[in-house]
């Protein structure tokens, strides 16, 4: 299992770039060890307080970031956490594809970022892999891609 190490020593100013967080409930330790590890980057980056949304699990996070959007419109870019282990059942399927295709909607309707880290995935031990308290943990990905983007969409206004 190839995983990649994410350095913050050059991390891009955005001052008081205004970015959300919306994590699922479901493995709730989880997505909060992503959710910690994200946050100190973003204020690094001089993003303003980050507000952090929890919702009952992945497949209600397209909606909540179409509500959040719609009630906020100054947010410039969303971030998304979630877990989505495989099965007995085809339900794993059902939320991931729901889910991944909400997100992309969302994001497309409502021009805004959303940098998705929900993980879909056959194992929980793959999961926690991605979420230990270390330099590879996807909270570190997302405040960067995060930061990323919205530096670039500040340079490229429409």
Not at 144 to 157: D, G, Q, S, T, Y
Request: aromatic share 6%; proline share 6%.
């Amino acid at each position: 299992m190839a995983q990649i190490s994410y350095s913050t020593n050059q991390i891009a100013h955005v001052p008081s770039a205004k970015v959300a967080i919306i994590m699922s409930k479901w493995y709730r330790e989880l997505s909060e060890s992503m959710v910690q590890k994200c946050v100190p980057i973003l204020m690094q980056a001089g993003c303003a307080p980050v507000d952090v949304h929890v919702v009952p699990g992945c497949l209600e996070i397209p909606l909540a970031a179409r509500r959040l959007h719609q009630s906020k419109p100054e947010i410039e870019a969303l971030i998304v956490f979630g877990i989505i282990v495989k099965g007995d059942t085809y339900h794993f399927e059902m939320v991931k594809d729901l889910t991944m295709s909400g997100i992309e909607r969302v994001m497309f309707e409502r021009d805004v970022p959303i940098i998705n880290e929900i993980l879909p995935v056959d194992r929980l031990e793959y999961a926690q892999a991605r979420c230990a308290d270390d330099d590879r943990n996807k909270g570190l990905e997302a405040a960067l891609a995060a930061i990323e983007i919205v530096e670039w969409r500040r340079r490229h206004p429409v």
